[in-house]
């Protein structure tokens, strides 16, 4: 396990008591693919207007190949674009996959979702929800593990670059970062419910 030792086994013993949560760095994955997802087109890929606007995204030579990708023929698509069929139920997921496939990438290659999260260097408020104790037997829980809210600053592209790496080792590094500026008990908040980031 990455990060400083003995931050996870500290909460490890903590854990053992039914305390509800994930680490803190998964609750970042989820929230960025949070933010991701709620930055694209809204309307879904089954209506005609969400599934036009994917089709519109999606036709360039880079958007070809992430249908590609998804195992759609070459053929289809001609014919998708020339109006003389219409996709099925089951290309419709296909081209939604590669509507995000390929909107991550060009959010992670313009410097868009980095320069959204570091917000002219002012950083994000960031929501930090400590794990479900409501499972806990009364001796072992801990009163004093609180819903926090910090404002975060400096991770935000080292953040991005790991999470489109998907490197989980050094996003669980980053999360050190962030809780380690709370106070002598950042610990309990290796694991988390949940994290929000105000993006």
């Known amino acids: 396990m990455t990060g400083s030792p003995g931050l ?52 360039s030579a880079k958007g070809r190949q992430a249908m590609r990708d998804q195992g759609i023929t070459d053929r289809a698509m001609k014919n998708w674009y020339k109006g003389k069929a219409s996709p099925s139920a089951e290309n419709r997921q296909k081209i939604d996959n590669a509507y995000w496939t390929r909107r991550r990438e060009n959010l992670i290659r313009s410097g868009w979702l980095k320069r959204h999260l570091e917000n002219n260097g002012s950083g994000r408020r960031m929501e930090i929800y400590p794990v479900d104790q409501s499972a806990v037997p009364t001796p072992r829980y801990r009163p004093n593990v609180n819903q926090r809210s910090i404002t975060v600053r400096y991770i935000w592209a080292d953040l991005v670059d790991a999470w489109a790496a998907q490197d989980e080792g050094l996003i669980d590094e980053i999360w050190e970062d962030v809780i380690s500026d709370l106070d002598s008990d950042y ?10 980031i105000g993006a």
Do not use: H
Request: glycine share 12%; hydrophobic share 35%; net charge positive.
């Open 187 to 196: 610990a309990a908040y290796a694991y988390v419910s949940s994290v929000g």
């Open 8 to 59: 996870w086994d500290r909460w490890g013993e903590f854990q053992k008591y039914n305390a509800q949560g994930m680490k803190g760095g998964e609750a970042l994955i989820m929230e960025l693919n949070r933010i991701v997802y709620t930055s694209g087109i809204s309307s879904p890929v089954t209506s005609k207007r969400g599934m036009n606007a994917r089709m519109r995204y999606l036709n």
